[in-house]
C-alpha cells in the first residue's frame, strides 16, 4: 500500500566543521548556476541548501542549529525555513538528528527528509524524486543513488522516528540503513555525493 502524508525538510546545519579552513563553512559563499543556466550571485552554502530542500517543495522544513546559530540563522533569513537549536551539537551529528526527529514529531509529521547542510548542489528535483517513491512505495527509507553509489538527501518514514532518536555520536541514520531494507531511487545528480569539507571544496566546479 502506499504512502499518503506530510513530508518534512530536515537540514542539519549544526556541526563544527573542523577540516574546513578558517571561517564557518556553512557561511562560505558558493557561486552555482540557476536552471536556465545563468550565474547566480554568490552566496552562503547553507542558504543555497535550505532554498534547495524547501524548493523541493517539502510540506514544511526546519534547519538544525548549532555552531554559531546566531550567524548561521543569519544566513538563513531569505529563506522559507524554520529554525531550531542543538544544544549538543559538539557531541555529534546523531544528535542533530533528534533535534530534527522532535521538531517531526511535534507537526505529526509522516515522514522527515535529511538534507546536510555542507551540500549545496543537491537539485530539488531529486528532493522531489525521494519523497516522490516515498509516497507511491511501501518504503519506509529511501535514498537516492547516482551511477550505483547511494548518497544523501535521505528519507525516514516516522516508523523509524524512535530509532533515529536513539543513535548516538556522529553516525547520523547510517546505523539505520545498514540494518533496514532500504528503496534506491536513481537520479541523474553527482551532487548527492558532494559536500565541503575544506576550502578547496569551493573551487571544484564538476557539479553546478
Not at 556553512?26 to 532554498?51: F, K, M, W, Y
Not at 528519507?155 to 522516528?161: C, E, K, P, T
Amino acid at each position: 500500500m502506499a504512502h499518503r502524508g506530510d513530508v518534512v525538510g530536515v537540514l542539519l546545519a549544526a556541526g563544527l566543521g573542523t577540516r574546513f579552513e578558517g571561517e564557518n563553512k556553512l557561511l562560505a559563499r558558493v557561486e552555482h548556476r540557476s536552471s536556465e543556466g545563468d550565474p547566480t550571485n554568490r552566496q552562503p552554502i547553507v542558504r543555497l541548501a535550505a532554498q534547495r530542500l524547501v524548493a523541493a517543495p517539502v510540506d514544511d522544513a526546519v534547519a538544525v542549529l548549532g555552531h554559531e546559530a546566531s550567524r548561521v540563522r543569519e544566513a538563513l533569513e531569505p529563506v522559507d525555513i524554520n529554525t531550531v537549536e542543538n544544544p549538543d551539537y559538539a557531541c555529534g551529528q546523531a544528535s542533530s538528528v533528534a533535534c530534527g526527529v522532535d521538531w517531526a514529531r511535534e507537526r505529526e509529521a509522516d515522514a522527515a527528509l535529511f538534507a546536510l547542510g555542507d551540500m549545496p548542489w543537491v537539485e530539488p528535483s531529486t528532493y522531489r524524486r525521494v519523497s516522490g517513491r516515498w509516497q507511491k512505495s511501501d518504503a519506509s527509507i529511501v535514498v537516492p543513488e547516482y551511477q550505483g553509489t547511494r548518497g544523501n538527501p535521505v528519507l525516514f518514514d516516522a516508523s523509524h522516528f524512535d530509532a533515529l532518536a536513539a543513535v548516538s555520536g556522529d553516525i547520523g541514520g547510517r546505523e539505520l540503513i545498514a540494518r533496514n531494507p532500504v528503496e534506491r531511487v536513481a537520479v541523474d545528480d553527482p551532487a548527492i555525493h558532494r559536500d565541503v569539507d575544506r576550502e578547496a571544496d569551493l573551487d571544484d566546479e564538476s557539479v553546478e
